[in-house]
C-alpha cells in the first residue's frame, strides 16, 4: 500500500536557513538512491519565512522505513529538533487515493513485495515480509528454518547469478488474509558458485509456485513448487529431500482401491 506523509514545522526565530538546508538534504539522499519513493516535497510558506511543509509519497511502509532507519536519519532528526519550535508540528499519515500529477502506485500486495526482496536481494525487505521463525518449505531443503537461513538461502541464488531478474504472474489471496498464493518465473545467468559448486555459464528461466501461510501480515511457512528444475539442476545433478512430509493436518484424502485378485 503507497503512503503519504504530510508534515508542517516552524523554525525557531533565527533558525529558518538551517531548517531549510536540513530539509533538503533529504532529496539528496533519495537522489543517491533509495528505493520506493513516488514523490519528495520541500515547501516554504510565501506567508511564513519560518514555516515549512513536507509532502511525500512512498511505494510501501518498508521502504518508508529504510529511509528512516540508520545513524544519517537519526543524525537528521538530532539535528532539526532543536530548530523547530515543537508546539508548530503537525503530521499527516494518509493513503493517496487520486493524484493530479503523477501516478498512485499500484497496491503494494505481499506477491509483489515478495518478488522485490528476492529479485533485489534486499535484507531490510526480507526482514519485513518474513517471520522470523518461518519455515521453508523447497526442493533443495525441507525445510529451511528461520528468517536468517532463508535470507541466507537467497543469497546463495544471488551469489550463483548476479543480475538475478524475478517477474510476478499471478497472485491470490485469501479473504482472511492468512494464506496467499502466487506464481513467478526467475531468469537466471550462473556466473557464479551455488552452494559449492561451480557456475556453469548456463541461462534460463525457472517457474515456480508458492503457497504461503501468514502471521500478523508476514510469511511464516511457505511451500514451493518447482514447475522445472533447470537452476539447481544445470550440470551438477544436485541431490535434492526424498522424504517431504507436509506438516499441516491432511485435510481429505483419496485413493484408487485395489484391484481384486483372481
Known sequence: MAVTYFVRMRALDGREEAVRDLLLSNV???????????????????????????????????????????PAFTAYKDALRPLVDPDSLVFGDAEPLAVRGYAVPEQDTLARRFVR????????????????????YT??????????????????????????????????????????????????????????????????????????????????????GDNNFSMPHQEWAMDFPRDTPDPSPVLTEARRDAQPTM
Open 117 to 136: 526482496a528476492l529479485g533485489t536481494n534486499d535484507e531490510a525487505l526480507l526482514d519485513a515480509i518474513y517471520d522470523p521463525d518461518v519455515a521453508l
Open 28 to 70: 539528496a539522499k533519495i537522489d543517491a538512491g533509495e528505493r520506493g519513493n513516488v514523490v519528495f516535497a520541500v515547501h516554504a510558506s510565501n506567508q511564513d519565512p519560518r514555516e515549512f511543509w513536507l509532502y511525500e509519497t512512498w511505494t510501501d511502509p518498508e521502504a518508508v522505513e529504510a529511509h528512516e532507519s540508520g
Open 139 to 224: 526442493p533443495l531443503a525441507w525445510p529451511v528454518r528461520g528468517r536468517d537461513q532463508v535470507k541466507a538461502f537467497v543469497a546463495q541464488f544471488h551469489a550463483a547469478n548476479p543480475g538475478l531478474r524475478v517477474t510476478l504472474h499471478d497472485e491470490f489471496v485469501s479473504p482472511d488474509g492468512t494464506r496467499a498464493c502466487f506464481r513467478f518465473v526467475i531468469h537466471f545467468h550462473n556466473t557464479g558458485p551455488f552452494y559449492g559448486n561451480p557456475p556453469t555459464g548456463e541461462q534460463g528461466t525457472m517457474s515456480e509456485t508458492h503457497a504461503v501461510r501468514l502471521r500478523d501480515g508476514r510469511i511464516v511457512e511457505q511451500f514451493v
